[in-house]
């Protein structure tokens, strides 16, 4: 057996948190995240879906979802940054009795709003929301989604019936989305009581209606805190924005070299800036032409640039799956993703350039990036084969003179030297 390494982590450093399809890893790095320290694999052996990282309250306490066809699912927790992790002997995020459905997969762990530290969402397959507010200690299903009459009409996706990705409103505490693969968005406006399908203009490429009112096969959506009416949606086929929380989408994919995808992380600082990493069709799940190419848009869509500066251009067909890329909240903000070859990759600086963090690994199925306590008091150093810019000289202007000026001068100073000359010859004259 592999043994486990650990990192020590420390206020200010830089986290990615990945999971795969035989284990955990950590990795740790300084602000300038030049170089990685390497911890795991934490459940060697077991499918990692879903990872987080709660720093509410105090706590630095991991969440993982480890998962074995043969044993199940079952949500753990570390407090030490991976040296020990609970093992409860029964699963705390289950369905109840009367349901009658079982946890196949953990999907999604997310901390809740910051100003509700004791609570927490899970998403699982099949297609349901647990919701905690003891900080993890009991869970409950969101019975308004799982008796929603939509229900009985969903259909797995490809990688099954999962609800993958829950979005949080952060201008309203009753608001939030939910997506699901493949029965489309969802949104509650009154505190998961009830739900409602936000779909309305994002194709369907597999069935007769084009544009049904549920039924989408969405693979990611994010915001931005600061424009949180404003969301961005890689479907199945095609890259989506909304102005009105999921009312409306229009399409935004302009410039890509294909509109079929998973990944999409939203930039940090800035709500005009998302990445997508392009994938060539749901037949060929590899990266288009061989290139591996991070796009990123910086006016919200209008158009797309591709990032390669480090990334392979040659043979590189690669996947990255649809929670497999996420930025961490430093300035500049660092982009990281993973594939399925067991590649992480990362960027310091926006996506500008790239380097390999780490290589070897399983299949990659998530990537989360967090600082350890406050970004915003965290210096990032700049890096040191940046080049300085010279000091700038003062200029010193000289008047440019006339011709008739300079001849004019000409003539004065001879006029000063013959006068010099006849008051030395007198002066002699006199001794």
Not at 161 to 179: F, W
Not at 186 to 203: C, E, L, M
Request: hydrophobic share 35%; with cysteine; proline share 7%.
């Amino acid at each position: 057996m592999v043994e486990t390494r650990h990192v020590t982590a420390k206020q200010g450093d830089v986290l990615l948190l990945v999971g795969t399809m035989k284990g955990a890893f950590l990795m740790r790095s300084n602000a300038a995240r030049a170089r990685w320290e390497v911890g795991g694999p934490y459940f060697a052996g077991h499918s990692v879906y879903a990872l987080a990282f709660d720093q509410r309250a105090g706590r630095h306490r991991l969440w993982a979802g480890p998962g074995s066809e043969h044993f199940g699912t079952v949500l753990r927790s570390s407090d030490d940054f991976g040296r020990t992790w609970t093992n409860p002997e029964s699963a705390p995020v289950r369905f109840p009795d009367d349901t009658g459905a079982a946890v196949k997969r953990i999907w999604q762990i997310l901390p809740g709003r910051a100003e509700e530290p004791q609570t927490l969402y899970c998403g699982v397959e099949p297609a349901a929301l647990f919701e905690s507010r003891d900080a993890g200690e009991t869970w409950s299903l969101v019975r308004g989604l799982h008796e929603h009459p939509h229900r009985a009409q969903w259909q797995p996706g490809g990688g099954g019936l999962g609800l993958h990705t829950i979005v949080l409103d952060p201008s309203n505490r009753n608001r939030m989305h939910v997506a699901i693969s493949a029965g489309g968005l969802y949104r509650t406006d009154d505190g998961g009581r009830t739900w409602a399908a936000k779909n309305r203009g994002v194709r369907v490429t597999f069935g007769p209606d084009k544009f049904p009112e549920f039924g989408q096969c969405v693979h990611k959506v994010v915001r931005h805190p600061a424009r949180p009416e404003r969301m961005f949606l890689q479907n199945h086929w095609g890259l989506y924005r909304s102005d009105d929380a999921g009312d409306s989408w229009r399409d935004i994919a302009h410039g890509v070299p294909s509109d079929f995808g998973f990944a999409m992380a939203m930039h940090p600082h800035d709500p005009d800036t998302v990445y997508i990493l392009p994938i060539e069709s749901d037949e060929f799940r590899c990266t288009p032409e061989g290139k591996l190419r991070v796009y990123r848009t910086r006016d919200a869509g209008g158009s797309w640039e591709p990032l390669t500066r480090g990334l392979p251009q040659k043979d590189a067909l690669e996947c990255v799956l649809r929670d497999a890329m996420g930025t961490d909240p430093l300035n500049p903000a660092g982009v990281y993703f993973g594939t399925r070859s067991g590649q992480v990759w990362g960027s310091p600086d926006g996506g500008h350039a790239w380097s390999l963090v780490r290589g070897g690994l399983p299949p990659v199925l998530c990537v989360k990036a967090c600082v350890v306590g406050d970004a915003t008091k965290v210096r990032v150093p700049r890096p040191a084969n940046a080049k300085r810019a010279a000091p700038k000289k003062r200029a010193v202007k000289k008047a440019a003179a006339k011709p008739g000026a300079r001849a004019a001068g000409r003539a004065r100073a001879g006029a000063a030297k013959r006068r010099t000359a006849r008051s030395g010859k007198r002066a002699a004259k006199k001794k």
